[in-house]
């Protein structure tokens, strides 16, 4: 079945780079997600990438494809301390519907 | 442009009661989905609706949950009764289309004691 998982905890210090990263099984995926979610609020879209694309830069964000080996990143350069959140992979699965599988999260801890 | 509303946003209720959720999508976003997060996991798709369809309602627990979407427009959720484990932020969102983008509202914290 489909499943995605993250590494549970990321600490790092203000202005460092943060790496997040994600595998996925479902090789037919189309679009692979990112969304971050802060204390007390839904989940914010923050990039995305089409499957058949190996990178894609963002200001600060870097996402990464391997989609031979089903991983995905997402960098995070001059890591703030308003960064420091829980960050949601999800893979968009073909077919009718577009239904999303989101991974466990990732919380980003930034130490000033 | 306005964002996915969601109310109430927080509710506490004793197991066997019902509870609500009510969510407004984007203007003109045709496909709507609700979610059930629970603490220290990623959202799961509970339903999700094309226009005032159902498209997946594969993961509702359809003895307890139920849901529609009138006109295709608003959306409402409900559970009937609730179990403890039925403690989790109920997520809505919704995309112009299938396979589209997905925004998501704040969420309805629900809380059954």
């Known amino acids: 079945g489909e499943d995605v998982e993250q590494s549970l905890f990321l600490s790092v210090r203000e202005g460092d780079s943060s790496v997040i990263n994600c595998t996925y099984t479902?090789?037919?995926?189309?679009?692979l997600y990112w969304y971050k979610q802060e204390p007390g609020a839904g989940l914010q879209l923050l990039t995305y990438?089409?499957?058949?694309?190996d990178m894609k830069q963002d200001q600060r964000l870097t996402v990464l494809l391997n989609k031979k080996d089903k991983h995905l990143s997402l960098r995070i350069a001059d890591t703030q301390t308003g960064d420091s959140a829980i960050y949601f992979c999800?893979?968009?699965?073909?077919?009718?519907?577009?239904?999303?599988?989101f991974g466990q999260g990732t919380t980003l801890q930034v130490k000033p | 442009e306005a964002g996915v509303a969601q109310s109430p946003r927080y509710k506490i209720i004793e197991k066997r009661q019902s509870v609500a959720f009510w969510c407004n999508p984007i203007?003109?976003?045709?496909?709507l989905y609700w979610y059930q997060q629970i603490l220290g996991q990623g959202p799961k798709l509970l339903i999700q609706?094309?226009?005032?369809?159902?498209?997946?309602d594969s993961q509702l627990p359809k003895d307890r949950f139920s849901a529609e979407r009138l006109k295709g427009v608003d959306s409402t959720l409900k559970i009937q009764p609730a179990k403890l484990e039925d403690s989790a932020v109920y997520l809505c969102?919704?995309?112009?289309?299938?396979?589209?983008?997905?925004?998501f509202g704040p969420g309805t914290r629900l809380l059954v004691l």
């Open positions: 969102a919704s995309s112009l289309d299938r396979q589209e983008t997905q925004y």
């Open positions: 479902d090789s037919s995926s189309t679009y």
């Open positions: 990438i089409f499957s058949n694309m």
């Open positions: 999800a893979e968009g699965l073909s077919g009718n519907t577009g239904k999303l599988i």
């Open positions: 203007s003109g976003h045709a496909t």
């Open positions: 609706f094309q226009n005032n369809g159902v498209v997946d």
